[in-house]
């Protein structure tokens, strides 16, 4: 009788509101523990996971040891530990200060990996880190990770490549432990085209979307080029949506009706052929960033910070599949 494979067991540091474990949930792992420092953020992520067990506080306060204690776990026993350190630091979207205090909070990701010693770990941060002054840092942080007993490889990944309607990329490092002799690599996409914000939000196109994220949305018209309002466009291109970051952001208009990356810190506007510029619902908002409509969150903040739980569930079955050439899970 072949007895049933365990869930591999995952730790999610910088947890947020939940949106990293919702698709490492849905790949099949067993989340033992979340560490975030927000009250907002874990009010929401226990009202979505209730089963697993919040830290709430400053992840510099929490020792190595108790952190095992937490999960369940000893050195080298945890299979994955998850984790996005704060990212406005390195933000094309912010002030870009390399001092930035924020910025060093990734050390104590890397105390943390080196106290569990998983098996692999997956971080996420944002595509800045590889832009100008900030490629220092990128360094910084890969040399860390390698010296905390891992290969390492890290990919910038776009969120539309795995069904989420936005144009947001990503870069994600994916570690194995040196001892298990097997190389990272990162998941290829699994959609050739775009899901378009039309799609996401059409009752009618759906099904096209993540797992179908809501079930009674409105049919949102798309522009044409010739409608809109700006001189990047002419009347050659093809219909897009109009998607406007405000206040004190240009339009932004993307071909196929790709929503640009939600943001934390302010509200998205959405426009299409029939109405004046309005914000975008919660639902919408959540629908954008590749949450279902059943998942419990209420401020925009939240759902702009968090992971798109598509991406991180491909992820999350990619590393599955590096672990499963390990040594079997008993």
């Known amino acids: 009788m072949n007895m049933p494979r365990r ?4 730790v999610s540091l910088f947890a947020g509101c939940g949106g990293s474990s919702l698709g490492y949930q849905q790949a099949g792992y067993d989340v033992r523990l979340a560490v975030e420092w927000d009250a907002g953020a874990t009010a929401a992520y226990r009202c979505n996971f209730p089963k697993t067990l919040v830290w ?3 992840i510099c306060d929490l020792s190595g040891a108790e952190a095992l204690k937490l999960a369940g776990v000893g050195p080298g026993e945890l299979d994955v530990l998850d984790g996005s350190p704060p ?10 200060r390399f001092a ?5 909070l990734f050390e104590e990701y890397v105390r943390l990996l080196e106290a569990f010693r998983p098996r692999a770990f997956v971080m996420e941060n944002v ?6 002054k900030m490629k220092l840092a990128f360094a910084e942080m890969t040399i860390a990770l390698k010296n905390a007993g891992y290969r390492v490889s890290c990919r910038l990944l776009n969120a539309w490549w795995y069904g989420v309607p936005q144009d947001r990329r990503r870069l994600i490092w994916i570690g194995m432990r040196d001892d298990l002799g097997v190389e990272p690599s990162h998941p290829a996409p699994t959609q050739r085209r ?11 196109g759906i099904t096209s979307g993540w797992r179908g994220a809501i079930k009674n949305a409105i049919h949102y018209g798309e522009w044409r080029s010739s409608q809109l309002p700006s001189p990047m466009l002419n009347a050659s291109q093809p219909p897009v949506v109009l998607i406007e970051h405000h206040p004190g952001y240009k339009d932004a208009a993307f071909h196929e009706g790709l929503a640009p990356t939600l943001a934390s810190g302010r ?7 029939n109405e004046l510029p309005r914000y975008l619902t919660i639902d919408e908002a959540k629908i954008l960033q590749g949450f279902p409509d059943t998942f419990d ?9 968090s992971v798109a739980p598509p991406m991180a569930e491909a992820v999350g079955r990619h590393v599955m599949r590096l672990l499963r050439k390990t040594a079997p899970c008993p």
């Open 7 to 10: 869930k591999p067991s995952l």
């Open 56 to 58: 709430e506080g400053d």
């Open 127 to 132: 595509s800045g880190l590889v832009k100008g």
């Open 87 to 96: 990212c406005q630091g390195f933000s094309t979207a912010g002030k870009r």
């Open 100 to 104: 930035d205090r924020r910025n060093r």
């Open 267 to 273: 509200k998205t506007r959405l426009t299409d052929g």
């Open 297 to 305: 969150v209420n401020e925009y903040r939240l759902i702009g910070n």
């Open 194 to 204: 775009p899901i378009t914000v039309t799609m996401a939000l059409d009752a009618a």
